[in-house]
């Protein structure tokens, strides 16, 4: 409550109210800090093989073991280039969206229990948006000039969430986040929330670690794997359109779970020996 308040006008003070400046830090640094902090960890345990607290909890056993180093650098050149070259420009027309709303650079914040609301909002907007572009860009015409890119990954890690081709970075990866704040013209401080929140979630989506108290990636790790499964983020388009009917016959629906405990479900739900022919 008021100490959020207080740093909120501190830093607002501090800024001398330069709204451009504060949109900058808001919704470009403290995401990508967000995101290149949290990836950072786990590219140690992709590159290293250690710790092994967390390379145990490897959801497809024996892949990225360690990660391809020459297939790594592409990727983390393409992020780099999707990030400064689309979602920092990206940026633009949303602070003057944001200018026009009134309400996002605020001395007052919001409450947490706005907040709360507005988070559920951008989720249901992400999901809607991300859902269906993510299915057309697997319509054949497309996926082949501009999806695949993000496929050569069958076994992904947490920095692959924004490696795509320009096009789908901004269509599916960058509008669907954007979107929620912008029809709600929220806080500057919400969208930084968000973002981060976002960032975070698709890196821990992609990341190949079925982590403990952390969210499943067992469902888009299995669209990674089988291609025409799993298109969606929460999954409740997925149920509804039928495209996990074959992930809930697996052992990765099983799986698809938060961990509660230490024991990797990978050993506490092995999959089933394969049938030697």
Request: hydrophobic residues 45%.
């Amino acid at each position: 409550g008021n100490f959020w308040q207080t740093v909120w006008l501190e830093f607002y003070d501090y800024m001398e109210g330069d709204e451009w400046t504060i949109f900058l830090i808001g919704a470009a640094l403290v995401p990508a800090l967000a995101f290149w902090g949290f990836n950072g960890i786990l590219l140690v345990a992709d590159i290293t093989g250690k710790p092994t607290f967390i390379t145990r909890y490897r959801i497809q056993l024996g892949k990225n073991d360690p990660v391809d180093t020459k297939k790594l650098c592409k990727a983390i050149y393409t992020v780099l280039g999707n990030q400064f070259f689309i979602s920092f420009p990206m940026l633009v027309p949303m602070f003057y969206v944001m200018k026009w709303w009134d309400n996002t650079f605020s001395k007052e914040l919001p409450t947490f229990q706005w907040f709360l609301v507005e988070l559920s909002i951008f989720t249901v907007v992400e999901e809607i948006l991300f859902y269906y572009t993510h299915r057309l860009g697997h319509h054949p015409v497309l996926y082949k000039h501009i999806h695949k890119k993000h496929h050569e990954w069958t076994a992904p890690i947490g920095l692959v969430s924004i490696y795509a081709h320009p096009i789908e970075h901004i269509v599916s990866n960058t509008l669907p986040v954007m979107t929620g704040p912008m029809i709600m013209g929220s806080h500057i401080v919400s969208v930084s929330a968000w973002f981060s929140i976002a960032l975070v979630t698709t890196s821990i989506s992609h990341c190949g670690y079925h982590l403990p108290l952390l969210p499943s990636p067992e469902f888009h790790d299995f669209h990674h794997l089988k291609f025409n499964q799993c298109y969606g983020v929460l999954g409740v388009l997925d149920f509804l359109h039928g495209t996990d009917k074959i992930f809930r016959q697996t052992k990765a629906f099983e799986r698809h779970k938060i961990l509660l405990g230490l024991t990797p479900l990978s050993e506490s739900i092995p999959e089933p020996p394969k049938k030697v022919e």
